[in-house]
Every structure is written in structure tokens, then in C-alpha cells.
């Protein structure tokens, strides 16, 4: 059992000054990290981030001439109840992407998976509570995207000439 001099004499061991320049040194390099994750996080959300691979080209092009074009892919297609889920999401779906962009095998139409088409109606509901208040979808269990299925991205864009569907 140690006595309570020997556990004085372990304190000061750590206050030393190298200790606590070490202490500093870990606590800044941990502030640091941080900022690098959360602009590497606030970067992947971006729509010049989704829209840098090939298969997004089209989906950023329709995005970018929708009347929703002010918010980021991460808005609408990645769950917002909290930091832990939205970046489960992300890492699951950036896995899938891009494991599906470096094969080139994205069909030419892309459509959300269930999931995905539940996080979008719940982002939604979340952005457009105020507009369903007081109608039949107030009530739940409907469809947002049933109807504005091509609110976004299913816009006719014109890009160099070409229309795109």
C-alpha cells in the first residue's frame, strides 16, 4: 500500500516542467485534429465534393438548377438527428460510392435505396413541417418524393448545349 507521501512524490513526477510541456503539446496536436475532422467532414458535405466523381456529374447539374440548390447534398441525404448517425451514413454511402465509382458500375439513372429514400422524407418533414401541418400528410406514412419526385434532380438542365434529364 502506498503511502500518502509516495503519492505526492508520483504527482510531482507529472507536473514537471516537461510533463507539462508535454501536456500542451498533446492537447494542441488534439485541438488540431479536430479542426483538420471537422473541415474534412464540412468539406465532404459539399456538393463540389459529391459532384467530383463521374457518376454525380448529372445529379449535381439537375441539384444545382433546383430551387433547393442553396443546401448541401449532405442536407437532404444524410440523417440530421445527430452527429453520430450522420456520420455512420456518410461512411457507409462514401464506401458504397465509391466502391461502385472506381467499378464504373452506376446505372445511368441512380436511385435511393430505401434508406436513403427514408432519410430524404424525414429531412423533408424536417425542413417542411410548417408547410404539412395542417394537410393529410400531417398524419404520417406518406410520400413527400411520391409527388416531387423531380422537384431536384429530375429537372430538364441545359449544360453546354445538351439537355439533360
Partial sequence: MCSLGEIAMEWKKYLEKNSILLMLFGALAAVIGLAIAGGGIAYADKASFCSSCHSM?????????????????????????????????????????????????????????AKGRTIVEQNCL???????????????GQSCTKCHRGMIHGQVVVKEGIGVE
Wanted: aromatic share 8%; net charge positive; proline share 3%.
Fill in 126 to 140: 424536417r425542413c417542411h413541417a410548417h408547410t404539412v401541418a395542417n394537410t393529410f400528410m400531417s398524419a404520417g
Fill in 57 to 113: 456529374k448529372q445529379v449535381a447539374a439537375t441539384w444545382q438548377a433546383s430551387n433547393h440548390r442553396q443546401f448541401t447534398c449532405g442536407d437532404c441525404h444524410l440523417p440530421q438527428q445527430n452527429i453520430v448517425e450522420k456520420m455512420i451514413v456518410k461512411n457507409q454511402t462514401g464506401i458504397h460510392d465509391t466502391y461502385h465509382e472506381f467499378l464504373r458500375d452506376y446505372p445511368d439513372t441512380i436511385r435511393l435505396s
